[in-house]
């Protein structure tokens, strides 16, 4: 999953100052201090790297199409990046671990002074959906990831669901714990709770739109967060 071969360093590059080959063994040939002295141009080969990963998937995606459209030589993709796993590797743990702080954030919003639980239920999925368009492009590496998880090695997908998916499902279970010990829910299992309502509303939107590449009209989302909260609630609300 590494690229072999490499063609001559463009000359209005900079950087591409030896021959544009990867590094053997997965090494990175630049040192640190170089590294370091480029910030400018390490986010702007993630910034490409997540649209390319994003359009044409992990197999598919080329060094040669990253730089491109990052502007830099492939030499300078090295200089960052050991190969395109781990540059892979790079943006897709950078965007789970943004999208996952940004639903804690979302969670701690709506769910720590609940007014009222179904309503603050339904505005919190609402918010956590919304999450779709505004992370559009760390949605479509996750596409990517579901696509061809047999592709991509388990050390890397690991990787991901320990930052993304696990984190944010941590929280949700917190959350459950704590509704239950303040009488808001009856949860046996805050972890399978959490599970469920995930399910119920983020998932039930997300997974028929791929992950916002086909979006679903804003009045349907309304319905499907609406009665997913209900069902939740048949099955976890406190007796009043």
Do not use: C
């Amino acid at each position: 999953m590494t690229e072999q071969t490499a063609p001559a360093a463009r000359p209005a590059d900079p950087d591409a100052t030896t021959p544009d080959a990867a590094p053997a063994d997965g090494a990175d040939a630049a040192p640190a201090t170089a590294r370091r002295g480029m910030p400018e141009k390490r986010v702007a080969i993630a910034r490409a790297a997540r649209t390319v990963f994003g359009r044409e998937g992990f197999t598919r995606t080329s060094v040669d199409a990253i730089a491109a459209e990052a502007g830099v030589s492939k030499r300078t993709i090295y200089n960052h990046f050991a190969d395109k796993e781990q540059l892979f590797r790079s943006v897709i743990l950078e965007g789970a671990t943004t999208v996952a702080a940004t639903q804690a954030q979302i969670a701690d919003r709506h769910l720590r002074k609940i007014v009222d639980l179904r309503t603050d239920l339904v505005d919190f999925g609402l918010e956590r959906v919304d999450s779709l368009t505004t992370f559009a492009e760390h949605w479509a590496l996750v596409r990517t990831i579901e696509a061809e998880a047999l592709h991509i090695r388990p050390a890397v997908l690991e990787a991901w669901q320990d930052a993304g998916p696990r984190e944010t499902h941590r929280v949700l279970t917190h959350w459950m714990a704590e509704f239950a010990e303040r009488g808001l829910l009856v949860v046996p299992d805050p972890a399978e709770a959490a599970r469920m309502l995930n399910l119920l509303t983020f998932l039930a939107v997300a997974q028929p739109t791929f992950y916002g590449a086909l979006p679903m009209p804003a009045e349907r989302i309304s319905e499907v967060v609406e009665h997913g909260v209900a069902a939740f609630l048949a099955v976890y609300g406190a007796p009043e």
